[in-house]
């Protein structure tokens, strides 16, 4: 497997209204459509901690679209974290 297609972790932080709109659920939605592992959970500061798993161009792809995306709610901002994939999630959850 080469660099490119190697599996990563990217972690996203997003702030806005993003509790209680179904934004969990729709990112969700939109990381199965990528083929991206992991999850969604919110934080108990208002904030909304998105885990995926899968290669850089669909965890990029899924960063995009927690950015610009027609999304539920209001993102104000979004943080992200890059590193190596660890951890084998079944599926995309909500947590």
């Not at 990563?8 to 990112?27: D, E, L, N, S």
């Not at 108990?44 to 798993?53: E, F, K, L, M, N």
Request: glycine fraction near 12%; include cysteine.
């Amino acid at each position: 497997m080469d660099a490119e297609a190697a599996a990563v972790r990217m972690t996203a932080w997003v702030r806005g209204r993003v509790q209680q709109v179904g934004f969990r659920w729709w990112t969700r939605s939109r990381a199965l459509e990528i083929g991206l592992r992991g999850y969604a959970s919110n934080l108990g500061d208002g904030r909304v901690q998105v885990v995926a798993q899968g290669s850089r161009e669909q965890c990029e792809q899924l960063l995009a679209l927690l950015r610009h995306g027609d999304t539920p709610g209001r993102v104000d901002g979004v943080t992200e974290l890059w590193g190596k994939a660890d951890t084998d999630y079944d599926g995309f959850a909500i947590r």
